[in-house]
């Protein structure tokens, strides 16, 4: 069997994962803190049919070899973790990270989760929790007669109550940040999981030791441009067809290899 027809479908099957994942990005591109994938991609084994540097001759050498390949694969999919849009909500729990740094959610099993999407709520018990109910990791609380609350850039709340005038300092705002946070687990819902990859989590002060500030009544929209995936998936499909058409042309030489007569 022809190597064109193993070594081209491989190449489908790299561009078929391409527009999976172009179509992720494209269907989170309006995800509040989505950061988009980009695939990268490895050649697999190559076959060596001579060695360059073989010799032929007295003081002669093949200056180059031969080789024959068999195809890609994808290797990675890797999150880039650049800045999105900011959209000004003038809600007063919509937070945005300006700069490094993930927000950190506890779950129900007691596990630390991170995000970059700041659109958080208030429960009946007060405290400040995400679209899913997953509390802020410091807890936070609000008290139910707070007239308003205030989230400094460096993630100091302040809450003004009846019969004051000043504001009252009740709780901080603490980020985490990764070496590598291209090599956080995506879980779904907005959250990422720490793994040996990514190095433990950085604990600090927003605007402090590298991690960004906070700005209250924004939200960071996903970082998806969508021009871009439409002309990579314009890309990943002229490739699919293309290998499609090794494929085929790979088949019409078997087929007249088939027909010879002696």
Request: hydrophobic share 40%; glycine share 10%; charged share 20%.
């Amino acid at each position: 069997m022809m190597r064109a027809l193993w070594t081209a479908a491989s190449g489908m099957t790299g561009q078929q994962f391409k527009i999976d994942t172009t179509a992720n990005n494209l269907a989170n591109v309006n995800t509040t803190g989505f950061k988009k994938s980009r695939v990268d991609f490895q050649d697999l084994l190559y076959q060596t049919m001579k060695y360059a540097g073989t010799p032929v001759t007295a003081g002669a050498q093949v200056p180059t070899g031969i080789q024959i390949g068999h195809g890609v694969r994808p290797v990675a999919t890797q999150r880039i973790f650049s800045q999105g849009t900011f959209q000004q909500t003038d809600n007063p729990l919509d937070l945005v990270v300006e700069g490094d740094g993930f927000f950190q959610i506890l779950l129900p099993d007691g596990g630390v989760r991170y995000t970059r999407d700041g659109a958080f709520k208030r429960d009946s018990d007060g405290r400040i929790v995400t679209s899913d109910g997953f509390p802020l990791e410091p807890e936070i609380r609000i008290d139910d007669d707070a007239l308003s609350v205030s989230i400094g850039s460096d993630g100091t709340v302040s809450i003004m109550m009846p019969n004051q005038n000043e504001p009252e300092e009740v709780d901080n705002v603490l980020l985490a940040r990764f070496i590598n946070p291209a090599g956080l687990k995506s879980d779904g819902r907005n959250l990422y999981t720490a793994t040996a990859a990514s190095g433990e989590p950085i604990v600090g002060v927003p605007g402090l030791e590298g991690f960004g500030v906070l700005a209250q009544g924004f939200l960071e929209m996903s970082n998806v441009q969508v021009v871009e995936e439409m002309v990579s998936m314009i890309v990943a499909q002229r490739a699919y067809e293309t290998n499609s058409k090794a494929i085929q042309a790979a088949d019409d030489m078997l087929q007249t290899a088939n027909n010879l007569r002696r």
